[in-house]
């Protein structure tokens, strides 16, 4: 109970433990007992694995004072929590966040320094929990830091995957995939919480019983039943105001053994069940753009959906007493559709088991949840064939009918027509039966939003379009956001100190304040200032490149960087073609001043993603035969670091001068990488999508470069169903770097005709129809680097003009207009 109830009766009576001193002499004596007496060994013979679970122990110790106190708040004030239901949380290393959040950098840097030891070399061992593919689990990360940090009770609900998202390796310029193991050596940040178990079924059958004097009801009987078992991280937001929880659901057998099996002989089997029940929280899908569609990824899906809504319920039965207050003071958030199962086992929760009447159970639960949608891409939307899910989850897909058949009766006394109507029904009729996770989420949520404002907007024509018109107060807009704490004071110390020299601390408790910078854009000396911070972060990434990859980059040159997801529609091969014509263009003409870059590619394919895969074996063979080639040494290199992560993006992101964000428009819901550049200083080169639509109105046109096709002007191309061969004979730069990749500069002839094809043929991701404009943008790029005021000067009011895009400011928007949540701040 500790964690979630707080003060109970026992802790009441029994005397608190004296509060922890935050000074270096104090920090370093318990630094030394925990390594003591929690790991048992010497300082002189402790290893630096042991110092970092030492010390991850003592500020471990400071949380939990916060957290309780936090949790005991809570209770006491009965305030509206909320519940952020993610089937991915993307939280990298915790150690340096809960260090600086709790104010102890300076304390635990002295105090380790007494045994000789380095908290930077330290912190470089905790594991990176890569609970996640991309930007939608690392906004969830970044979202509960900032509800921590702006005083919103928030939990976290989520799956405690064993592998994460996979290790990446470059074995002869292609992807391999390795497990991932950040469980290994055991978790510190976590706490076990046995008493916080719940069963889950699947299968069986629904049987309807009637009992004298009551009306009948419906009893599902799961043929297999597995236990869901908490674990709760604790989430320090800033100067420890508030520690909220991350609970991760784990997956266990009822019977760890069936012992008749065993004493029959069959050992083997007697394992069988317990090693079913705990492959569902084994491992992450790590596709993050189509749909698995496998049986085991429901299973996750249902698992932890029907946990934390039983945790939910049972925390409000006791608070509470009574679930008709449940949207008083529960709002759930479906991170996109994962979770999207829920909207049916909350009605089965209240109508089965505690006794609701359907009417009354529905308007809860739509008051209760909000849902969040990522993605218009249509092969990224759930669908579950209607037999799997009947088969899986026969209560809930009964359930799922009767709000169909509520919907399609709203919808025709609405005058909807037969065509709209088959648009939003939660059953897709089309390519065998498929259940619509989106309309279920849809439906069964008063708010439903999108992630920038053209991503919004596109989901009112798009996706919603029929849902929209049938109920066109639920479509809302939040514009995505990243933590200032992570994205700026942690990774980029020495801007920090830079800015709190220029303009006080102000910026570190509203992010707001960071606009004093704006002035000093055009002050030489504050530049050079800002400059010389930037230079010494790309020595640091020179060193990281030099000491994998053995390539050695110049620090000086313009470190062009794309680092996100491989994906066709962000564009990646665009870049790597405009680097092949690059690599042309200076060959051919040495006369021109061309300015020294680095381009810089790093991501993860999903691995059963054959041309994202192609697109890194390119990359890869580009950046060979390139870094080879004596006569564009100086001028071009490119690089492919493997295996992207957040502490990785951490080290990058202060230290690119330029930000591709390049996606096709209308593709890119919003985007978060965009804005953790932008914050330290690396100007964009972008197009029209996403968050960078709203990056242009805050840094101005003068300081962004946007190129390329509008997501009007690509959706009437395609419409016209023109492709690329014309524009690829009409530009002799891009036919040129075509060809080169076609006859084999880089490889034997032939390896990437599929891709290249593709452009001359529908070119469906507008890579040759964009290439002039984006060609054109990288040289008047060129020329802006040739300019160390200009491109200082633009550098600035970047980093002074981005503070719109902290998640502080989207999770005060989503407590104000969704959750009606309290903010703190
Ligand atoms: O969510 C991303 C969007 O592509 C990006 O534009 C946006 O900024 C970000 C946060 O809103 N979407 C994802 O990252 N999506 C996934 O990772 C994903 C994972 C599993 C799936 C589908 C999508 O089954």
Redesign the pocket.
Known sequence: EASFEGVDDVAMAAPKPAPRRNDSAALAKEIAEKLTYAIGKDPATARRHDWLEATTLAVRDRIVDHWLASNARNNASGAKRVCYLS??FLIGRLLRDAINNLGLSEAIRDALSAYDVEIDLIELLEPDAAL????????AACFMESMASTGVPGFGYGIRYVHGFFRQEVVDGQQVELPETWLEHGNPWEFERRERAFEIGFGGKVTMIEEAGKPPRQVWRPAERILAVAYDTPIVGWRGARVNTLRLWSARALDPILLDAFNSGDHIGALLEANRAQSITQVL?P???H??GQELRLRQEFFFSSASLQDIIRHHLKRHGDLTTLPDKVAIQLN?T?PAVSVAEMMRLLIDVHAMGWDQAWDITKKVFSY?N??LLPE?L?TWPVNLFERLLPRQMQIIYAINAQIIREATQSGLDGGKIAAISLIDEGSGRRVRMGQLAFVGSHAING??AL?TELMKKTVFHNLHELYPERIQNKT?GVTPRRWIMECNPDLTALVTEAIGPGFKDDITKIKGLDALATDAGFRDKFMAVKLRNKQRLAKTIEERLAISVDPHAMFDVQVK?IHEYKRQFLNIIEAVALYDQIRSHPEIAWQPRVKIFAGKAAPSYANAKQIIHLANDVARVINADPSVQNLLKVVFLPNYNVSLAEQIMPAADLSEQISTAGL?????GNMKFAMNGALTIGTLD??NVEMLEHIGEDNIFIFGLTAEQVAARRANGQGGREIIENSPILKGALDSISHGVFSEPGRYSNLIDNLYGNDWWMIAADFEAYWQTQRRLDTVWQDPTAWGTKAVHNTARMAWFSSDRSIREYAKDIWSAPTGA
Do not use: K, Q
Request: charged content about 20%; aromatic content about 2%.
């Open positions: 089937m991915e996640g593919n991309g930007g939608l689990g690392r906004l899908y596709a993050d753009s749909l698995a996109d994962h969040t990522h993605t990224a759930e992630v920038s991503h995505n997801r890119e819901a919003s985007g978060t996403g968050a």
